[in-house]
């Protein structure tokens, strides 16, 4: 009998559904050793490799999706986000045929969507069993950014479909209401788990032991922050992508090897952060405080926030001040704050078991 094979199709928009699907799949291969795994996306292969431990057959594909145009961590282009859309959706039967033939010539047994559609509607016409795990859809997001320009009912109602037609929608803690999906399973919280390797790192990047670290997360999506203007606070040395090359003393470049990124966050002190669910899910089952970029018309934000502060001390700065790293007096607050109970990443195990019987053909 051949070995069970589980297609991991993955959102690029971002590094959080990375994040949010490796530990499910890690948590998957411990249950089914033999487990063949494909992950199709527009990723770096090094991030993805950096977060699922399992041997993986990764398919470049940056076509697999389109998520939102943006421009920067945090400003979506609406018109240039609906005319991708549109683009995406011309040959819609064709592009779903082709994923259809993918999939079947790799004798995949189960698809996981994280969260493109499109491969949901291909294993639809396989009768492939599929299913797909987030805290969003782009269905909803489609709707909330573009719904007020043009028509957009038809390229709607093809995402609506698609998203309809996975067996199951597993939707993470915390994430906004899916009314519009009838086929949607709550399960708890998901985020990888990391060890508190504070005194290496402090070591490595030569940071004195007295300083406190404040790791800069802006989940992946490439905008720098004007850190040369910021103003110095004398006891935190803040950890920023190396990419950056900054020229400041209080400022480290975030190691490219030998740290995980869950190894930087349990080790940190404060994060500072976009909403979104990888970043602050984190920062919450470590036990760190988070300092965000107040981010108002991301329909997740109501909810990860209130989740998050009832898990970590946190604080939402007004973008003009966090753009200017006017961050000392937030900082100071939230680690002025007692700590409170870490959220615990029940869902790993939830999604795990459910995937287990589907991908072993139960």
């Not at 400003?75 to 064709?94: I, K, M």
Request: with cysteine.
């Amino acid at each position: 009998m051949s070995s069970p094979h589980l297609f991991l199709d993955l959102s690029a928009h971002g590094l959080g559904h990375l994040a949010q699907a490796a530990p499910v799949v890690n948590a998957l291969h411990r249950r089914v050793p033999d487990l063949r795994l494909t992950v199709r996306g527009g990723l770096p292969r090094a991030a993805v490799e950096a977060r699922i431990g399992a041997d993986v057959a990764w398919r470049y594909d940056a076509s697999n999706d389109v998520g939102l145009c943006m421009a920067s961590a945090i400003d979506v282009r609406p018109a240039q986000t609906l005319e991708a859309y549109r683009q995406f959706h011309r040959e819609w039967s064709g592009q779903v045929d082709a994923d259809a033939a993918l999939l079947d010539a790799s004798g995949v047994t189960l698809l996981l969507s994280a969260v493109p559609y499109r491969s949901l509607a291909a294993a639809h016409r396989l009768g492939l069993p599929a299913v797909a795990l987030s805290s969003l859809n782009w269905a909803a997001l489609f709707r909330h950014y573009c719904g007020h320009l043009a028509e957009t009912d038809g390229v709607h109602q093809q995402m609506l479909s698609a998203y309809h037609a996975a067996e199951v929608f597993l939707r993470l803690t915390p994430a906004p209401p899916m009314p519009e999906l009838g086929n949607v399973r709550d399960i708890g919280p998901v985020a990888a788990l990391g060890r508190n390797r504070r005194a290496e790192i402090q070591r490595r990047l030569q940071v004195p032991r007295r300083q406190r670290l404040a790791l800069i997360a802006l989940g992946g999506i490439d905008t720098r922050l004007a850190v040369e203007r910021w103003p110095r606070l004398p006891d935190v040395t803040w950890l920023a992508p190396a990419a950056w090359r900054f020229e400041r003393e209080d400022f480290r470049g975030i190691p490219e090897a030998g740290f995980s990124y869950v190894d930087l966050v349990a080790s940190c002190d404060a994060v500072i952060a976009k909403p979104g669910y990888g970043t602050f899910v984190e920062a919450a089952c470590h036990g760190v405080p988070v300092v965000y970029v107040a981010r108002d018309d991301w329909p997740e934000t109501p909810y990860l926030a209130s989740w998050l502060r009832a898990h970590v001390p946190a604080v939402a700065v007004e973008r003009e001040r966090f753009w200017r790293g006017a961050l000392a007096e937030a900082l100071e607050a939230v680690l002025a704050e007692p700590p409170r109970t870490p959220a615990k990443p029940t869902g790993v195990e939830e999604a795990a078991a459910y995937l287990h019987d589907r991908v072993l053909g139960r």
